[in-house]
């Protein structure tokens, strides 16, 4: 299949992320003239001047996490695994995410969502501005992005949604909202770094009448293989604590 823009160059080690085939790409590896990949497949390669081959791929939602920029701290894949899984995602859901921080889980749910829509919300125009530059990146349509406080921004929403995501300060005051703003079975996910408001926003959940409650932390461990052993790679695990509830 022909290449088509963004694409990634990738050896062993190293990722680059290519939006223009104009100039000159550097690497420590040396230097690429990127317009030798026009006209070429996914899977053949391009060398530097030094001879070092890197292989041209597609970019994918694997490579979000890596080369979207970055202005609010993001939820990490594993942790929008989690998410997708457990809260009823269909490919035609309307979502409500707030913040939209770098908007990296907002990208990922607009992914899987293919034909439904993202509704995200961010108080700060800067960050704002560097996620909507993700999603031009990864070419979803599919997100419709708010600038303002949820909590005004929400009083204006005519429709239900079918997953609210919420990754902000102050989370457990928009649980009453969010109540509201659910459609009957469906779920809402609350993402925080620390367990003193995630044990909060459970609390409210519980007390507006959710259901299924859940709140858990997914650790993912990597591994080095060594010559002389095996250990783990992974020194900061912990990311943050999610709490998931059903509106019944
Ligand atoms: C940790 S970041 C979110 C990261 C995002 N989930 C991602 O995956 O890239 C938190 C964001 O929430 C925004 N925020 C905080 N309170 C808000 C509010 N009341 N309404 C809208 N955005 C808010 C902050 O400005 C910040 O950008």
Known sequence: MKVELPLILKDNRDSFLISDLKGELHTHKGVIDLSEIKGKSYGDVVKTHKGHAFKILPFTPSDFFRHFKRGATPIMP?????IVAMCGLKPD??????GTGSGMIAA????????GEVVTVEKRAEFA????ENF???KLKNVHQI???????????????????????????FIPSAKKLLKVGSYIAVY????????????VMKKEGFTDLECFEILKNDYEFKR?????????????FIVIGRKC
């Open 78 to 82: 594993k942790d929008i695994g989690a």
């Open 93 to 98: 859901s309307l979502i409500l995410d707030a």
């Open 108 to 115: 990922y749910l607009a992914y899987f969502n293919k034909y």
């Open 129 to 132: 501005k560097i996620a909507r």
């Open 136 to 138: 031009r990146l990864a």
């Open 147 to 173: 600038i303002g406080d949820v909590h005004e921004v929400a009083e204006g929403f005519k429709k239900e949604f079918d997953l609210i995501v919420l990754d902000m300060k102050d989370d457990y005051l």
């Open 192 to 203: 925080n770094p620390y367990i003193e408001p995630s044990r909060r926003v459970y609390e």
């Open 228 to 240: 002389v052993g095996t250990r783990p790679l992974t020194r900061v695990w912990h990311t943050g």
